[in-house]
Nanobody, 119 residues
Framework: VQLQASGGGLVQAGGSLRVSCAVS????????MAWYRQAPGKQREFVAT???????SYAAAVKGRFTVSRDNAQKTAYLQMNTLKPEDTAVYYC??????????????WGQGTLVTVSS
């Protein structure tokens, strides 16, 4: 099982960016998918999560600016980031609970994609 994050880059403050997370491999089902981020010198923090049915939750710092979505058929999650601020600069990681044929869901992490917001 692999999670491939993409779409990061450099954007000016106030701009928008969309990052994606594609899941591949021997997958029976995908449960909750989530985005986390880690800024330089800081701990990884929760950003947003989305269930298979589309229920979402967000960290207070991004609520109203970020939107998480997913395409279950494409096994892909997205994070649309609007009104970006310099403090949003971080490596963004995707996480997914995946059942690969076993009885339980296992947590997998992607490799991260860097988002840099310039002031």
């Amino acid at each position: 099982v692999q999670l491939q994050a993409s779409g990061g880059g450099l954007v000016q403050a106030g701009g928008s960016l969309r990052v994606s997370c594609a899941v591949s491999g021997n997958i029976f089902s995908i449960g909750v998918m989530a985005w986390y981020r880690q800024a330089p010198g800081k701990q990884r923090e929760f950003v947003a999560t989305i269930t298979f049915g589309g229920s979402t939750s967000y960290a207070a710092a991004v609520k109203g600016r970020f939107t998480v979505s997913r395409d279950n058929a494409q096994k892909t999650a997205y994070l649309q980031m609007n009104t970006l601020k310099p403090e949003d600069t971080a490596v963004y990681y995707c996480n997914a609970a995946i059942k690969d044929g076993g009885r339980s869901y296992v947590s997998y992490w992607g490799q991260g994609t860097l988002v840099t917001v310039s002031s």
